[in-house]
Structure formats: structure tokens, C-alpha cells
């Protein structure tokens, strides 16, 4: 059950933001004109309050005192018109109010602009208040000091409330066809957007085990976004076809290695059966058995320890380290492999300058150890000598390297031994009882501690092989 | 017969060249390595060679090319560990006449060793007539005009020989390297011995003398 789709989650965000984007306009939209609405009310306003105190004349006796002239009342301010009005003098307070001004209705010339709606609350009234307007009759030579007044100015605002409903009214239907238009057309536009994905995990489902070839969709690989995606998927691929074949051939390298001992053990028992034996002979035979019997087991086990090896060194199995001394481990190995090296007369010198301690599983150690060293002694001419140093490099890896002064390695075959089941020379290799397998071991083993292995050699002088491990934490 | 075992694995070579030995009467030569094998093959003397084919020095397909191009006929049968389908076709492509893939079975490996050696030298059937006398090689058994005739294990190699070839002069020599592994020198002298021993039984009753004597060559079988 897929509970989360990107689809889904695409579609709602764009919803959500065209809803909010509509929303935002409608706000600003109803805003705007209700602001520009007020302004150009209070501009008509002021200029009507303007002329109202043009009619503010003064008296001829040259006192300095005012009067109101009504006699010249514009048709605007005429007494069925609903605006009200009222002047005060700086000298002598209220002069006048429109002739329609409510009864007990007080508005104080001072304060800022104001609102004041009607007893039924019917009407409301935008309240503007003009003071210092000096009064513009004038004459010449005035002997007074001029006044001024201040003028009270209220004008209805219904209309402006209407006009600011029928803005909203006009951006919110927009706004709705807008979602209306946009949506479907977002909704196929995410739909598009996201089939190359869809494609590419069509392309995805046909990767198998027997076909590792990922077809890139043409429109996937024009993705900016799926190019990681894309990328990474290649190299994964790639990485698990690698390993894949790795043990498939694995796999095939080790059967058709079986097959020779079975080989063996099934010819001697059917020659046995070839025709009536003396006890003696089957008893010869059956010796023969078991020991070609022992030959299949010691092979099926060094397969195990590689595959084990292997599986380690990919992180497969973790197991419990403990701080070991490498030149303790060497010196155990040393000893094992001591009845070996007594065949070919072979002396074998440990050396190191100190104390090289890192976290490991000694066994594991050891087996590389004795890998390396088998081979150096097996390799070795009679009576040669086998070197072993082990150097720390103050920060760097812990390095053991084993020399010897033996035939050496053929250039042509030094880039595979470390290969499984790789023989340079199989008559060699069998003579000396190898099966091809103890330095893929010993290679997959250092791996599996982040270490390297790496062989020099020059024909006839010696091989050298190199193992580095890093200390880590200890 | 003669065969040569090219195999690197001693224990079974040694097998095999039991079995053949003792099953088949043959004379067997075992050549542990490529270069010893492409040289005792390129001798000439061997009616079959059963090949291996990872080989130390020399590996079996080299070989095999090796002395095909130096136009030796002898049948060979590879005895491979590979059994996928290109490897084979480029084995019988580079001149094999058969395969077995290991582990196989060594009554099988008898057989068709035989079969090869047959074929090799143009004779299709098991059982090869000359005249009156029938040898089945299956079965290893000689009669002469219906009746069986009781050979030692030399008798019988010598006139199987004979009769693989017949109506062809086979020389003393030819007959020694077919019938002994490589020290057959010291033998030189026993040819003589089963020649008139084989004559001995197989005229027994029967005028018509079917082994003749070249003067000088060497001895020849018809009727």
C-alpha cells in the first residue's frame, strides 16, 4: 500500500499556493481600493471643506470679526444633501453648521479623522476635520490679525463600502476561474513531468540477473533532477553485474576444479571394479581412495576459507576483534610452517623494529601468514632463506613483508596470482601440493581489514610480497 | 596398441593407464607435462593419445594443434574438466576426434578409445575378419573357422595388431613400438616368439596359413 505519492503531493502543493496566491490578491486587491477609495473621498472632502471656508467672509466694519454667508451655498452643500458640515473660529468658537446637522450630535474640532454613523445606524460617515485654514477673504490694508478656522467635514461612505464589496466580488471571481484554468493545467503539467520517471522505472523492472543492461529513457537522461538518480543506478549496476560475476565465476572455477579429484577417486574405484581383486589390492586401492579422498577435502577447504574470506571482506559477516602483536602471530605462523621449511632446508628470519599491535582476529592473521610463507619457502631454492620484517611507519599502515631468494614470478604471470585458482605454472604448483587458492585467500583477508597486497618479483633473483594493514583504532 | 596419456593430474593418469593395461591389453605411455606429451606424440608410434587439456608448458589445445599441423593422424581424445559448448566445437575444430569431459567414467573412456583406434586405421566393427578367423576386439576373443582359439595376453595384442592392419606389411619394429611402452628395445627378440606361437594355434586344424613372412619387411596377415 503506497500511502505517499510525489503526484499527490505535487498537486496539493500546487493547490494550496494557487488558493493562497488568490486569496493573497483578493487581500491586497480589496486593500488597495478601499485605500484608494478613502483618498480620493477625503480629497473630495477637503476640497468641499474648502469651499465651505470661502464662504467665511468677514464684516465690513474692519473689527475682524466673521460671518457665514450663506447666500452663496453651492448646490453641493445645499440642505438636502446629505453631507454635514460645522466651522469654529479661533475667536468665537461654532460659527455655523449645515442645516442638517443632527440634533446632539457633538464632534469636537480637535482629533483626527473620525467616523460617526447615524442613531439607526443606517448611514455611516466618514469625519474629516480641517483646522488653521485661514479665511480667504481678504482685503487690503487689514488692519486685524487674520483667523483662521477649523472646519468639520462629514460625508457619507456607504458608497465607498459598495465599491470596495464589488472590487473583492470581481478579484475573487477571477481569482476562482484562474484556479479554475491553472489546476488542470498544473495537474497535467506534473503528470507530464513525471513520466520520464515513470519510464525509467519501466526500463528499471527489465534489469535482471541475466540482463544487467539498464536502456536509459531518452527523456530520463534529459532530467536535470533524475541524472543522479540515473547515475547512480549505472555504477550500483554496474557493481552488483561485477560481483554478480565474480561468483558466478567463482562458482564455475571451483566445480571445474572438483572435477579433476573426482576424477580420480571415480577412475580408481571402477579400475578396482574392473574385474576380481585380490584383498591386497583393494586394500592398496581403497588407501588410494582416501587419499585422493583427503586431497577433495583439504581443496573443499580451502574453497570455504576463501569463500568465507570473500564474504568478510564484503562486510557479510562482522566478528569480535581483539588487539593483537602482529610479530606474535608471525612468529606462530613461523612455527607452523617450520616442518615445511625443514623439507627444503629453508631458514626463515623474522625481524622488527617494534611492537606493531592492531585489532584483528589472530587466526585471520595467521593464515595470511602462513600463505605468504608457504609460498616463499615452497618457492625457495634448498637451503635458501626466507626474510620477514615488520615496520610501522609512524602513522602510516603496518607493513610485514616477506622475501625470498627463489625463482621468482614470470612478469606475464605477476598481475594474476592473487586471482583464485590461478596456477602460473600448474606442474609447479601441483608438485608443491597448491591448489591455487592461498594467496586469493591471503588477498581477501587483508581486504577484509582495509589492508593491500602486492607482489614483486624478479625471475631467478626472488619475489617479494608486501602486505600493509592500517593500524585503525585500536 | 599403443596409447599415450597426456595428464597432469599423476594419479589419474596412473588410473587411466591401469585400465587400459589391464582391460585392454594396450601399451601405455604417460606424459606428465605438454612439452614431454607433443614430443613422444610427434614419435609416431601411438594408435591413440588421450589428451588433457590444462596442461603445465605446453596446454592441450597447443599441443593438439601442434601435431595436427605436423600431420600426425593418430586419433585423440581430449579428456577436458570444460564442457560448455564452445570449448568443445573449438576442440574438435582444431583437430580432436572425441572428448570426455571429467569425472567420467572409465569403461566409457575404454570404449571410445578403441572405437578411435579403430576408426584410425579403417575399421569400423569390433569384430574383424580375415578369411576364416574372427578377432572381436569387445570382447578380446579369436576363432578360426567357428571355433575359439585360446591366446596368451601377447599372442592376442600381436594379432590384433595384425589384424587392424591386414593385408599391410607391419614391420618388427612397428609391432614392438605398438605392443611395449617406450623401453620396448629389450624385447626386440620376443616378436619371433609369438609370431610362431600364433601360428602354431591358429593352424591348428587349418592348412591355410594366414601370418606370412616378408623376407626383410616384416610379416603380414590375410587370407
Keep these: 500500500m503506497v500511502r505517499n505519492s510525489i503526484q499527490r503531493r505535487l498537486i496539493a502543493t500546487v493547490i494550496v499556493s494557487q488558493t493562497l496566491l488568490a486569496a493573497g490578491l483578493l487581500f491586497t486587491g480589496v486593500f488597495y481600493t478601499h485605500r484608494r477609495l478613502l483618498s480620493t473621498l477625503d480629497a473630495g472632502m477637503q476640497a468641499r471643506a474648502m469651499s465651505v471656508a470661502a464662504l467665511v467672509r468677514y464684516t465690513e466694519d474692519a473689527s475682524g470679526n466673521v460671518y457665514f454667508d450663506n447666500t452663496l451655498m453651492p448646490d453641493s452643500l445645499d440642505p438636502g444633501h446629505p453631507d454635514l458640515f460645522a466651522v469654529w473660529t479661533e475667536r468665537s468658537g461654532l460659527l455655523t453648521r449645515s442645516s442638517n446637522w443632527p440634533l446632539g450630535l457633538q464632534i469636537p474640532p480637535q482629533g483626527a479623522y473620525n467616523r460617526w454613523v447615524t442613531a439607526g445606524g443606517k448611514i455611516e460617515y466618514r469625519v474629516l476635520r480641517v483646522s488653521g485654514v485661514p479665511v480667504l477673504d481678504r482685503e487690503e490694508g487689514m488692519s486685524f490679525r487674520p483667523q483662521t478656522l477649523t472646519i468639520v467635514y462629514a460625508a457619507p461612505s456607504f458608497s465607498m463600502r459598495r465599491q470596495t464589496w464589488l472590487a473583492a466580488e470581481i478579484i475573487a471571481v477571477a481569482s476562482l476561474f484562474l484556479l479554475a484554468v491553472t489546476v488542470p493545467l498544473a495537474l497535467w503539467g506534473i503528470r507530464r513531468g513525471l513520466l520520464p520517471l515513470q519510464h525509467l522505472a519501466d526500463q528499471a523492472a527489465l534489469v535482471s540477473a541475466n540482463h544487467w543492461q539498464l536502456r536509459l529513457p531518452e527523456d530520463a537522461q534529459q532530467i536535470a533532477e533524475l541524472r543522479p538518480l540515473t547515475e547512480s543506478m549505472t555504477t550500483m549496476l554496474a557493481r552488483l553485474q561485477h560481483s554478480f560475476a565474480q561468483q558466478r565465476e567463482f562458482l564455475g572455477n571451483a566445480a571445474h576444479e572438483l572435477k579433476t579429484p573426482v576424477a580420480v577417486l571415480k577412475s580408481t574405484l571402477q579400475s578396482l571394479q574392473h574385474r576380481p581383486r585380490s584383498s591386497d589390492e583393494y586394500r592398496a586401492g581403497l588407501e588410494q581412495c582416501l587419499e585422493d579422498l583427503d586431497r577433495l577435502e583439504q581443496l573443499l577447504q580451502w574453497m570455504l576459507r576463501l569463500a568465507r574470506a570473500e564474504q568478510w571482506a564484503q562486510g557479510a559477516i562482522r566478528r569480535d576483534l581483539q588487539v593483537i602483536n602482529v610479530a606474535a602471530t608471525c612468529e606462530e605462523a613461523v612455527e607452523r610452517i617450520r616442518p615445511l621449511a625443514q623439507t627444503h632446508n629453508a631458514t626463515i628470519h623474522v625481524s622488527g623494529n617494534e611492537t606493531v599491535l592492531l585489532r584483528a582476529d589472530p587466526e585471520d592473521l595467521q593464515l595470511v601468514w602462513i600463505n605468504l610463507l608457504e609460498n616463499a619457502v615452497r618457492y625457495s631454492p634448498e637451503g635458501g632463506s626466507v626474510e620477514v620484517a615488520i615496520m610501522r611507519n609512524n602513522s602510516g599502515p603496518a607493513r610485514v613483508i616477506f622475501e625470498d631468494h627463489g625463482v621468482g614470478i614470470p612478469a606475464a604471470d605477476l598481475p594474476h596470482i592473487f586471482e583464485r585458482f590461478y596456477r602460473g605454472d600448474p606442474s609447479r604448483t601441483r608438485a608443491t601440493g597448491g591448489f591455487g587458492l592461498g594467496l586469493a585467500i591471503a588477498k581477501a583477508l587483508v581486504e577484509a581489514y582495509g589492508g593491500t597486497i602486492t607482489a614483486a618479483s624478479a625471475p631467478g633473483q626472488g619475489t617479494r610480497m608486501t602486505v600493509e594493514l592500517p593500524l585503525g583504532s585500536q | ?223
Design chain 2, 1 to 223: 596398441m599403443r596409447v599415450l596419456i597426456v595428464e597432469d593430474e599423476p594419479r589419474l593418469a596412473e588410473n587411466i593407464a591401469r585400465s587400459l593395461r589391464e582391460s585392454a591389453g594396450f601399451a601405455v605411455d604417460v606424459a606428465t607435462d605438454g612439452q614431454e606429451g607433443l614430443f613422444l606424440a610427434e614419435s609416431n608410434v601411438y594408435d591413440a593419445v588421450l589428451l588433457d587439456l590444462m596442461l603445465p608448458k605446453l596446454d592441450g589445445m597447443q599441443l593438439l594443434t601442434r601435431i595436427r599441423q605436423a600431420g600426425h593422424r593418430t586419433p585423440v581424445l581430449v579428456v577436458t574438466a570444460r564442457d560448455d559448448k564452445e570449448s568443445v566445437v573449438a576442440l574438435l575444430n582444431a583437430g580432436a576426434d572425441d572428448y570426455l569431459t571429467k569425472p567420467f567414467d572409465l569403461g566409457e573412456l575404454l570404449a571410445r578409445t578403441k572405437a578411435l583406434i579403430r576408426r584410425g586405421k579403417g575399421q569400423p566393427s569390433p569384430v574383424l575378419t580375415i578369411g576364416d578367423l574372427e578377432l572381436n576386439a569387445v570382447s578380446r576373443t579369436v576363432q578360426r573357422a567357428g571355433k575359439y582359439v585360446a591366446l596368451t595376453a601377447m599372442e592376442y595384442r600381436v594379432l590384433e595388431y595384425l589384424a587392424h592392419r591386414p593385408r599391410a606389411v607391419v614391420s618388427k619394429t612397428e609391432l614392438l613400438e605398438h605392443l611395449y611402452d617406450y623401453n620396448w628395445e629389450k624385447f626386440s627378440n620376443v616378436i619371433e616368439v609369438y609370431i610362431s606361437g600364433l601360428r602354431r594355434k591358429l593352424n591348428d586344424g587349418s592348412a591355410r596359413q594366414l601370418i606370412h613372412t616378408v623376407r626383410g619387411q616384416g610379416y603380414i596377415l590375410q587370407d
